[in-house]
């Protein structure tokens, strides 16, 4: 049995906080704000994973009211997101990613990110697509006052 699972994640850009994608520090002048490290694309492929198996989301599981979840590492929350789908009986075949953002450019970043995800995720980087696209200058990504993540995920029941 297969099952399909999208996510969406979307933080603001600001000054004075550091740029986490895909569980790897990225250089840049600005980082994304929230609760956590602000990882849009970790949290896009948590509520992915989650919304696959009607598990609820990345808020339900981690709160962002919570001070447990306070600047945590959100490597640490898919790892905790996966151990769900894992007690489920399911396993990941692959996951679709795309960044929406001006700056910066992330493709030099792709392959540390990809071999990141695959491993907290127990696949292959060839399992875990990344791509980035910018919105041409339009709208608040465009503006650079925040970014965007989304993710598809396919899992699969596990053979016992």
Known sequence: MFRIGSGIDFHQLVEGRELWLGGVLIPHTKGALGHS?????L???CDALL???CLGDIGVHFPDTSSEFKNIDSKILLRRTYELIENEGYKLV???????LERPKIKPFVESMQQV??????VTIKD?????????????????EGLVAYA????QKRDF
Do not use: P, Q, W, Y
């Open 51 to 53: 919304g696959a198996l």
């Open 152 to 155: 598809t995920v396919l899992l």
């Open 94 to 100: 692959n996951a679709d990613t795309t960044l929406c």
């Open 128 to 144: 875990v697509s990344i791509k980035a696209t910018t919105t041409e200058k339009m709208g608040f990504a465009g503006r650079e």
């Open 37 to 41: 490290d602000a990882d849009v694309l």
């Open 117 to 122: 995800i695959a491993g907290i995720l127990k």
């Open 43 to 45: 949290h896009a492929i």
